[in-house]
C-alpha cells in the first residue's frame, strides 16, 4: 500500500494531540496558505488584528492545490482549495466568530450569512472526505447549529464521527501504580492550565482552604498556571488574580504554584500528585483529564461538555451543576449564573475533597479504572487506523 502524504495546516497543540504522527507509516507536511500568509501580513498593512475577519481567517485554508498531499488535515479549520480533506472539531464548524456569537440566539443572523452558507457547502462537497467531532458533545452541538440549514445538514452528518483524542499510557500499564499519600500521609491534588479562573482554580483554591479550616490539614495543592483571567466564562479580572496570588503567597506550606512548566515537567509533576483537578466552567474537551488518567491518577471535573464521556464517578468524580440539555454547557452568560455555577462547583469541591480525606483508599481504586479506561478507549493505534481509513478515501 502506498505511503500517504498528510497534510496539516499548524503545529499547535490540537494537532499535535489529533493529526501530527497519528497514522503510522504516513509522511506529514506543514502547509501554507494563502490566508496564513494574509494574517502575517494584514497588521503590517493597516488590518485590524481584532476583527471579525481577522479572527475568522484563523479558520480558513486555500493554497490554490500547491501543496502536493493526498489530503489535507485540519482542525477547526474550511478548505477552499480542491486538495482532499477532513477536518477536526471541537465545538461546532465553521468557527466564524458570528456563528460562535449567534448560533444559539440570532439565527437568523447565522442563517443569512453567505460566508457560512459557502463554508457548509465546501463541508457537504465530496472533497470533503470527514468531519471528526472530538466529542459527543460536540456531535450534538454541531447537529442543533445545522438544524438551521436542512439543505446541508443531512449530507454533513452523513460523513460526521466522533473520534476521542488517543492518549499513551503514561506509566507502566502493566506495573504497581504508587501514590504519594500513602507514602508520607498527605493527598496532593493538581491543577494544569493557564486559564486558572475559567478551570475553577479560584473554586478550588477556596475550597481546600476551607477544608483545612476544619481541621484537615493533611493535602497539598500543586498548581501550574499563569493565572490568567478570564472574561468569557467566570468574568474574572486584574483584581481576582491579585487576591488568588496573594493567598497563594500566604500559604506556600501547602500551596505549590508555577507559572509554568516543560510539557515534560508537567507529566512527571502528574506522576508525584494523587488526584488531578479539572471543575471547569467551560472546556471543549480537557487534555489533561486524559493526561492526568494515562498516569493512573482519578479526576475532579464538571459534569458540563466532554467530561461525562471521559470521566465518571467509577474512575473519578463528577461535580454536577446546571448545564444545557445538548451539547452540555454550563449557564454563565449572566452575573447570576456564574454566582451560582461557581457556588455549585465549591460545595461540590468540599463534598469530594472530605469525601476523598475520609477514604483514600479509593484514590487507588478509581486511579486503576482510569488508566484501564485510557488503555481501552484512547488507544493510539486504533485511533490511527480510523484516520487513515478517512484519508484513504482521498
Same mark, same amino acid.
Given at each position: 500500500?502506498?505511503?500517504?502524504?498528510?497534510?496539516?495546516?499548524?503545529?499547535?497543540?490540537?494537532?499535535?494531540?489529533?493529526?501530527?504522527?497519528?497514522?503510522?507509516?504516513?509522511?506529514?507536511? *506543514?502547509?501554507?496558505?494563502? &490566508?496564513?500568509?494574509?494574517?502575517?501580513?494584514? @497588521? #503590517?498593512?493597516?488590518?485590524?488584528?481584532?476583527?471579525?475577519?481577522?479572527?475568522?481567517?484563523?479558520?480558513?485554508?486555500?493554497?490554490?492545490?500547491?501543496?502536493?498531499?493526498?489530503?489535507?488535515?485540519? &482542525?477547526?479549520?474550511?478548505?477552499?482549495?480542491?486538495?482532499?480533506?477532513?477536518?477536526?472539531?471541537?465545538?461546532?464548524?465553521?468557527? &466564524?466568530?458570528?456563528?460562535?456569537?449567534?448560533?444559539?440566539?440570532?439565527?437568523?443572523?447565522?442563517?443569512?450569512?453567505?460566508?457560512?452558507?459557502?463554508?457548509?457547502?465546501?463541508?457537504?462537497?465530496?472533497?470533503?472526505?470527514?468531519? !471528526?467531532?472530538?466529542?459527543?458533545?460536540?456531535?450534538?452541538?454541531?447537529?442543533? &447549529?445545522?438544524?438551521?440549514?436542512?439543505?446541508?445538514?443531512?449530507?454533513?452528518?452523513?460523513?460526521?464521527?466522533?473520534?476521542?483524542? @488517543?492518549?499513551?499510557?503514561?506509566?507502566?500499564?502493566?506495573?504497581?501504580?504508587?501514590?504519594?499519600?500513602?507514602?508520607?500521609?498527605?493527598?496532593?491534588? #493538581?491543577?494544569?492550565?493557564?486559564?486558572?479562573?475559567?478551570?475553577?482554580?479560584?473554586?478550588?483554591?477556596?475550597?481546600?482552604?476551607?477544608?483545612?479550616?476544619?481541621?484537615?490539614?493533611?493535602?497539598?495543592?500543586?498548581?501550574?498556571?499563569?493565572?490568567?483571567?478570564?472574561?468569557?466564562?467566570?468574568?474574572?479580572?486584574?483584581?481576582?488574580?491579585?487576591?488568588?496570588?496573594?493567598? !497563594?503567597?500566604?500559604?506556600?506550606?501547602?500551596?505549590?504554584?508555577?507559572?509554568?512548566?516543560?510539557?515534560?515537567?508537567? *507529566?512527571?509533576?502528574?506522576?508525584?500528585?494523587?488526584?488531578?483537578?479539572?471543575?471547569?466552567?467551560?472546556?471543549?474537551?480537557?487534555?489533561?483529564?486524559?493526561?492526568?488518567?494515562?498516569?493512573?491518577?482519578?479526576?475532579?471535573?464538571?459534569?458540563?461538555?466532554?467530561?461525562?464521556?471521559?470521566?465518571?464517578?467509577?474512575?473519578?468524580? *463528577?461535580?454536577?451543576?446546571?448545564?444545557?440539555?445538548?451539547?452540555?454547557?454550563?449557564?454563565?452568560?449572566?452575573?447570576?449564573?456564574?454566582?451560582?455555577?461557581?457556588?455549585? !462547583?465549591?460545595?461540590?469541591? !468540599?463534598?469530594?475533597?472530605?469525601?476523598? *480525606?475520609?477514604?483514600?483508599?479509593?484514590?487507588?481504586?478509581?486511579?486503576?479504572?482510569?488508566?484501564?479506561?485510557?488503555?481501552?478507549?484512547?488507544?493510539?493505534?486504533?485511533?490511527?487506523?480510523?484516520?487513515?481509513?478517512?484519508?484513504?478515501?482521498?
Amino acid at each position: 500500500m502506498s505511503t500517504l502524504k498528510i497534510g496539516y495546516a499548524a503545529r499547535q497543540y490540537p494537532e499535535v494531540r489529533n493529526i501530527i504522527g497519528c497514522v503510522e507509516g504516513a509522511r506529514y507536511h *506543514l502547509c501554507r496558505d494563502y &490566508f496564513s500568509l494574509l494574517r502575517r501580513v494584514s @497588521p #503590517m498593512l493597516g488590518a485590524d488584528p481584532s476583527s471579525d475577519r481577522f479572527f475568522d481567517q484563523q479558520f480558513q485554508f486555500r493554497d490554490f492545490g500547491l501543496n502536493r498531499v493526498d489530503c489535507l488535515h485540519l &482542525f477547526n479549520g474550511i478548505n477552499y482549495s480542491r486538495t482532499p480533506w477532513v477536518t477536526t472539531y471541537e465545538t461546532l464548524i465553521p468557527r &466564524f466568530r458570528h456563528v460562535l456569537t449567534n448560533h444559539t440566539s440570532d439565527t437568523e443572523r447565522v442563517r443569512s450569512s453567505e460566508a457560512t452558507k459557502r463554508a457548509l457547502s465546501l463541508l457537504a462537497a465530496d472533497q470533503c472526505k470527514g468531519l !471528526i467531532a472530538l466529542s459527543n458533545s460536540a456531535r450534538q452541538i454541531q447537529g442543533r &447549529f445545522l438544524g438551521h440549514f436542512p439543505e446541508f445538514k443531512d449530507h454533513i452528518e452523513s460523513k460526521t464521527l466522533v473520534l476521542h483524542p @488517543p492518549q499513551k499510557p503514561l506509566v507502566d500499564a502493566d506495573g504497581e501504580l504508587t501514590f504519594p499519600h500513602e507514602t508520607d500521609g498527605k493527598i496532593t491534588f #493538581m491543577l494544569v492550565g493557564h486559564h486558572f479562573f475559567r478551570k475553577g482554580g479560584e473554586e478550588i483554591v477556596d475550597a481546600l482552604a476551607e477544608v483545612r479550616r476544619r481541621g484537615h490539614t493533611d493535602l497539598r495543592l500543586v498548581i501550574v498556571s499563569r493565572l490568567q483571567p478570564d472574561a468569557y466564562a467566570s468574568s474574572s479580572d486584574a483584581e481576582d488574580v491579585a487576591r488568588i496570588r496573594a493567598v !497563594i503567597a500566604e500559604n506556600g506550606e501547602w500551596i505549590e504554584h508555577h507559572e509554568a512548566l516543560s510539557p515534560e515537567s508537567v *507529566l512527571e509533576k502528574m506522576r508525584t500528585c494523587d488526584v488531578g483537578l479539572l471543575p471547569s466552567y467551560a472546556e471543549t474537551y480537557g487534555y489533561s483529564v486524559l493526561e492526568f488518567q494515562a498516569c493512573g491518577r482519578p479526576v475532579i471535573t464538571t459534569n458540563v461538555r466532554a467530561f461525562p464521556e471521559i470521566n465518571s464517578d467509577d474512575r473519578g468524580w *463528577l461535580i454536577p451543576v446546571n448545564k444545557q440539555e445538548t451539547g452540555g454547557e454550563a449557564w454563565f452568560k449572566s452575573d447570576h449564573d456564574r454566582a451560582v455555577l461557581s457556588a455549585a !462547583i465549591k460545595a461540590g469541591l !468540599i463534598n469530594v475533597f472530605e469525601e476523598i *480525606l475520609a477514604n483514600p483508599q479509593q484514590i487507588r481504586e478509581k486511579g486503576a479504572r482510569a488508566l484501564s479506561h485510557i488503555l481501552s478507549h484512547h488507544n493510539h493505534k486504533q485511533f490511527g487506523e480510523s484516520l487513515e481509513a478517512l484519508y484513504r478515501q482521498a
